[in-house]
């Protein structure tokens, strides 16, 4: 997982955590040092793509409401058009509730750190998988974090990226991964320590990557729909 840290300019400081009941364990902080490094790199993309989600739907909910009431008479086209907005926001709305969860989780889930190292993502991640070895749910863990680690190489790392992604006879590495998060994830929230230690792994990371996806995909669906009525309205 070398490449990863060449990708990005991310570093985060990472110790041992002391709790009420004693030192927390050497794998739940790496676990939690790991799951605060996720949220602080995405964080600024996220939120751009929130911005730009948002700035989409309302330019086409304000041109379909417009649409709506200089129809004469209104039809089932227009309350469906009317509809489209509401139905597209659900994704984006649906992540941007599960972001803000994660970040404050993650955020507010550590302890007071009694002694720091500074540590680059790919060195967490690779620490996570070591201290995670001979474990259940390891080599799923594993599936995930190359996966993850996979869709943050630049374009220059590794010739046929995409074919790489795209897989021959399965879903790829990033879709095969996707299969397993389930599985990866109940074997981290139990190395953890469970919930109490890791709340920010109680939600259901398939649901959130699936919002994520469908957030991506209203960028251009909802500007799409703003451009098509804003040329009805012009041409009326």
Do not use: C
Not at 162 to 173: K, V, Y
Not at 195 to 211: F, N, T, V
């Amino acid at each position: 997982m070398g490449p990863w840290s060449h990708a990005t300019a991310w570093y985060l400081t990472s110790g041992v955590l002391a709790g009420d009941d004693g030192v927390v364990s050497a794998l739940d902080e790496s676990i939690g040092a790991f799951a605060r490094g996720i949220g602080r790199f995405l964080r600024l993309p996220t939120g751009a793509l929130l911005i730009l989600a948002t700035a989409a739907l309302t330019l086409a909910t304000v041109l379909a409401v417009v649409n709506a009431l200089t129809a004469e008479p209104m039809t089932v086209g227009h309350v469906v058009v009317l509809a489209l907005p509401v139905l597209l926001a659900a994704p984006v709305v649906a992540f941007a509730i599960r972001r803000r969860r994660w970040l404050r989780l993650t955020e507010t889930s550590s302890g007071p750190v009694v002694s720091t190292e500074v540590l680059g993502p790919d060195d967490l991640a690779d620490r996570v998988e070591e201290q995670m070895r001979g474990q259940p749910g390891a080599e799923d863990v594993q599936v995930v974090l190359d996966a993850f680690t996979e869709s943050q190489l630049p374009a220059g790392y590794g010739a046929g990226r995409m074919g790489r992604w795209l897989g021959s006879g399965r879903l790829g590495i990033v879709g095969y991964a996707f299969t397993r998060v389930e599985k990866a994830q109940r074997a981290l929230l139990v190395a953890a320590g469970g919930p109490m230690h890791a709340p920010y792994l109680k939600d259901d990371l398939r649901i959130s990557g699936l919002a994520l996806l469908g957030t991506v995909l209203v960028v251009p669906l909802a500007s799409l729909l703003a451009i098509i009525l804003a040329l009805v309205l012009l041409t009326a």
